[in-house]
């Protein structure tokens, strides 16, 4: 079994514009158009058997109707898992993630760098504190991003900050835990209680840094993910395979880690 916990889809009236402004921002050509179809179809041509596709708000105005195709997606099911996301500065929080979770909706991804927070601000914090209360994951996007190519807003080490201010929480740390801040991640995540996920990590890491990195952390705290449409999940994949990681670890970031977190 594959299980990619690191995927995008827009409802299909917004994924041209979307793609085509986040296309122009990264240079990246995306591998599907950014449809829950687009989707479905990148999936099969890799051998992804589930796949979680994350939604991301970026004002609190937008994000009942961001959550709404969250749940949508949950509904539909055919092998597509959703998260959620949320705002600190919406009014009704609390409310909005006991709805998420009532839908079934799997988890919840914020991007600090969208909404503009670190991700160790005291205003994050209650947040992580309802989803630990609910039992429900975070992804967080972690290191550098295109979007604020100047200020990091995850940090590893900010990282570390959080998971030891909520041990509790059922972290998923992005990009191995910060893309492009790989010396940071050795430094101050790998070993910790919190999951990191593979996506970008063939982009931005050489073969030996990145069999450095997955062999340096727990092996059932890995992940496997690509961050499609940006990402081809099958080159992804290839990539991890020609690392000669033990079997252990292989199934375990396959599918394994995904099952323990309830994305199977």
């Known amino acids: 079994m594959l299980v990619d916990v690191h995927a995008h889809c827009f409802p299909d009236a917004l994924a041209p514009r979307a793609l085509a402004q986040l296309q122009a921002r990264c240079g990246i050509v995306p591998n599907y158009d950014g449809t829950r179809a687009g989707l479905l179809s990148a999936m099969a041509r ?15 105005r937008q994000m009942h109707k961001v959550n709404d195709f969250a749940i949508a997606l949950q509904a539909a099911g055919e092998g597509l898992l959703a998260f959620g996301s949320v705002h600190p500065l919406a009014e009704d929080l609390p409310a909005e993630l006991r709805r998420l979770k009532q839908a079934g909706v799997r988890g919840v991804k914020i991007h600090p760098d969208y909404i503009g927070f670190l991700v160790d601000d005291p205003a994050l914090y209650p947040v992580y504190a309802a ?19 100047d200020l990091v807003h995850a940090e590893p080490e900010a990282i570390a900050r959080v998971l030891r201010d909520f041990p509790s929480l059922k972290l998923i740390a992005a990009h191995m835990g910060g893309m492009r801040r790989y010396d940071q ?4 995540l790998l070993g910790k209680p919190l999951y990191l996920d593979t ?7 050489g073969p030996e840094t990145a069999r ?22 099958a080159k992804d994949l290839a990539f991890l395979q020609d690392l000669g990681l033990p079997r252990e670890w292989m199934e375990n970031i396959r599918w394994k880690n995904a099952a323990r977190l309830g994305l199977v």
């Open 185 to 188: 991640v050795e430094r101050h």
């Open 212 to 233: 450095r990195l997955l062999l340096g952390h727990d092996p059932q705290r890995l992940l496997f993910g690509s961050d499609g449409p940006w990402s081809d999940p």
């Open 46 to 60: 890799a051998g992804v058997d589930r796949c979680v596709a994350l939604s991301v708000v970026t004002n609190p």
């Open 131 to 149: 989803l630990c209360d609910l039992d429900l994951p975070l992804l967080i996007h972690a290191g550098w991003d295109f979007l604020s190519p």
């Open 199 to 205: 996506s970008m990590l063939r982009q931005n890491a």
